[in-house]
């Protein structure tokens, strides 16, 4: 059973691969989701700072900061703007049925589970290609583009 008393990191990297893969296809011009979410400063706070026109966004999966960033990206998307989000599968949620699929233009259930690369509940660096180590979620790609 989860332990949801540990403190969940947020610090997750996007597989260079994918993210390669999507900005050939979309060609982003801005990422509103730093790599490092324990060095915020309003500067950088993708929540409060404007975006681009073409926008690839890998929230931090912690519910709060997750719903947030969703939210703020079918806005921007519905200022004439695409918004590509790589979100961990949960069709179950309200944030599925009531925001992501009446929103999203399309949505892409990548087979297999994402490896990514972070650190821990423990704070220990974990690189989920070494044998053994697990991601949780399965993934989603959800395109939001409000440019037509």
Request: glycine share 6%; net charge negative; charged share 30%.
């Amino acid at each position: 059973m989860k332990n949801r008393n540990l403190k969940h990191s947020d610090n997750w990297e996007t597989p260079g691969w994918l993210y390669d893969e999507l900005d050939a296809e979309f060609g982003f011009d801005f990422d509103p989701c730093p790599i490092c979410f324990d060095e915020i400063t309003p500067e950088k706070d993708g929540l409060l700072i404007a975006w681009g026109k073409r926008n690839f966004v890998n929230p931090p999966y912690s519910r709060k900061l997750k719903d947030a960033f969703v939210k703020r990206a079918v806005d921007v998307a519905n200022d004439g703007n695409l918004c590509v989000c790589l979100l961990p599968v949960s069709t179950s949620t309200i944030l599925f049925h009531d925001v992501i699929q009446p929103n999203a233009k399309d949505i892409r259930f990548i087979r297999g589970r994402l490896i990514f690369k972070g650190v821990n509940t423990f704070g220990e660096a974990v690189d989920h290609t070494v044998k053994g180590a697990r991601p949780m979620h399965d993934s989603m790609i959800v395109i939001f583009d409000g440019r037509e």
